[in-house]
């Protein structure tokens, strides 16, 4: 079993920078393919950036060259470097979990986050 936890949502003006956390239990996090999805309101929920156990990362064409993801194995963590940021980054950030699959799919990801509000005012 896997719990995950997002943190650093908030609300930021256009161009601004956030940076989201997401922490997960248990002792294998470093074997897990992690992601970071995004839902924004009467949208369905897609990916914006994901990274393998081996480090190899993919990126939604809409966040190339403003958003970093990256991991710390040592401290079971996951996190997303957001700048530049774009009213329409606006959504409920969550972070995912997986052992297989393909990345791009929501259904490939076994645990969730309950997600953390990015708001991005124009």
């Known amino acids: 079993q896997v719990q995950l936890a997002e943190s650093g949502g908030g609300l930021v003006q256009a161009g601004g920078s956030l940076r989201l956390s997401c922490t997960a239990s248990g002792r294998t996090f470093s074997s897990w393919a992690m992601g970071w999805f995004r839902q924004a309101p009467g949208k369905q929920r897609e990916l914006v950036a994901a990274i393998t156990s081996g480090g190899s990362i993919n990126y939604a064409d809409s966040v190339k060259g403003r958003f970093t993801i990256s991991r710390d194995n040592t401290k079971n963590a996951l996190y997303l470097q957001m700048n530049s940021l774009k009213p329409e980054d606006t959504g409920v950030y969550s972070c995912?979990?997986?052992?297989?699959?393909?990345?791009?799919?929501?259904?490939?990801?076994?645990?969730w986050g309950q997600g953390t509000q990015v708001t991005v005012s124009s």
């Open positions: 995912a979990a997986r052992t297989g699959g393909i990345y791009y799919y929501t259904s490939s990801y076994n645990y």
